[in-house]
C-alpha cells in the first residue's frame, strides 16, 4: 500500500518532480538533419492550431535574419504538444510544451519555448508551474530561464540569467555563479537532446546543465516499443534518464517515450514515486514552422 503524504516536505518534492518532467522530453519536427552533438559522451491525430505569439519583454527578430545564423534544430515556432496529467491511474491535470517564437535576448536572437502544468495532482494540492527557456539560434545556449511554480501554500518565482560568454549565471538578486561550458537549462535542456542521434543500447552523458554540481545528466536509450495515446498509437524508442538532482529522474525510476521517427515527439513520460505513479500522456500535437538555415 503506497504511503499517504504526511506534509508539505513530501508534497513538495512531487511537485519538484512535475517540474522535471520537462528536463528530458525529446519532441521534434520533421525538418532538419540532427547534427548538433556538443558536451555528449556516448556510454496520431494532429491537434488544434496554436500560433506563436511575440514576447511582451523583446520584439520576435525577422526568421530570414535568424535562419542565417541558427544551428540546425529539428523544431519550429508554433510547435506545441498538450498532456493529460495522470495519478494513480486518474486524470489529475494538463500539461503542455511550445515553442513559441524567435525573439530577442542581449541582441542574440533566441529561441523561446514554454511548458506548463497545472491540476490537483494529489489530494487538495493545486498545482500550476510554468517554466520558461530563451536559448541562442546558433549555439544552443541557454541565455535565460524562468520559472513561476505555485502550488497550494507556496509560491516560488525566479529568473535566471545566463551568461555563456563569461562563464557566469545569476539567480535574481544573489551574486554571479560560475556555470559550465554551453551552458543549458531546464528546458533548453531537452531542444538540444532532441536534435542529437539516439541509438538502443547506448547511453548519453551530458555535462552541460548550468549548475556544474547537477551534471552529468544521463539518459539511456533502453528500448523500442509500441503505446498507445489519446493522441494515437505510435511506434517509440523509450528513454531512461536520470539526474544527480534527484525527483523524477533519480536512479532509473523515470522513462519517457519519444516516436520513434524523425518527428521524435514525447507521447508519454511516467515515474514511480513514493507516493505512486504519476505520467503525461499526450492528447494533441501541433508542428512547427521550420526556419532552415
Do not use: C
Amino acid at each position: 500500500m503506497l504511503p499517504r503524504p504526511n506534509s508539505m516536505l513530501t508534497t513538495g518534492r512531487l511537485i519538484r518532480s512535475v517540474i522535471l518532467l520537462a528536463l528530458t522530453q525529446t519532441p521534434a519536427v520533421v525538418a532538419y538533419p540532427a547534427t548538433a552533438q556538443a558536451g555528449v559522451q556516448t556510454g496520431g491525430a494532429q491537434g488544434r492550431s496554436v500560433p506563436g505569439t511575440q514576447s511582451s519583454a523583446q520584439p520576435a527578430v525577422d526568421s530570414g535574419a535568424a535562419a542565417s545564423q541558427m544551428a540546425p534544430v529539428p523544431f519550429g515556432a508554433g510547435e506545441r504538444m498538450d498532456y493529460d496529467v495522470r495519478y494513480l491511474g486518474g486524470k489529475k491535470g494538463v500539461g503542455s510544451m511550445e515553442v513559441k517564437e524567435i525573439t530577442d535576448v542581449r541582441g542574440r536572437p533566441t529561441w523561446h519555448t514554454v511548458f506548463k502544468v497545472e491540476g490537483q495532482v494529489i489530494f487538495l494540492i493545486n498545482v500550476n508551474i510554468k517554466l520558461e527557456s530563451w536559448f541562442d539560434v546558433a549555439t544552443l545556449n541557454s541565455l535565460r530561464f524562468h520559472q513561476d511554480q505555485r502550488y497550494t501554500g507556496t509560491k516560488k518565482i525566479q529568473t535566471i540569467e545566463i551568461f555563456p560568454e563569461r562563464g557566469m549565471y545569476k539567480e535574481d538578486k544573489l551574486e554571479e555563479r560560475v556555470t559550465v561550458q554551453d551552458p543549458l537549462d531546464d528546458g533548453s535542456f531537452l531542444y538540444f537532446v532532441r536534435s542529437i542521434p539516439l541509438e538502443v543500447g547506448k547511453e548519453y552523458s551530458f555535462q552541460r546543465y548550468y549548475k556544474p554540481d547537477k551534471n552529468p545528466v544521463k539518459i539511456k536509450v533502453v528500448r523500442r516499443e509500441t503505446v498507445k495515446t489519446p493522441a494515437g498509437e505510435f511506434k517509440t524508442l523509450v528513454l531512461r534518464p536520470e539526474i544527480k538532482s534527484g525527483g523524477l529522474f533519480a536512479e532509473g525510476k523515470a522513462e519517457v517515450w519519444i516516436t520513434d521517427d524523425a518527428v521524435r515527439m514525447v507521447v508519454k513520460l511516467e515515474s514511480d514515486l513514493p507516493v505512486g505513479t504519476i505520467s503525461l500522456w499526450l492528447t494533441k500535437y501541433k508542428l512547427g514552422t521550420p526556419i532552415k538555415p
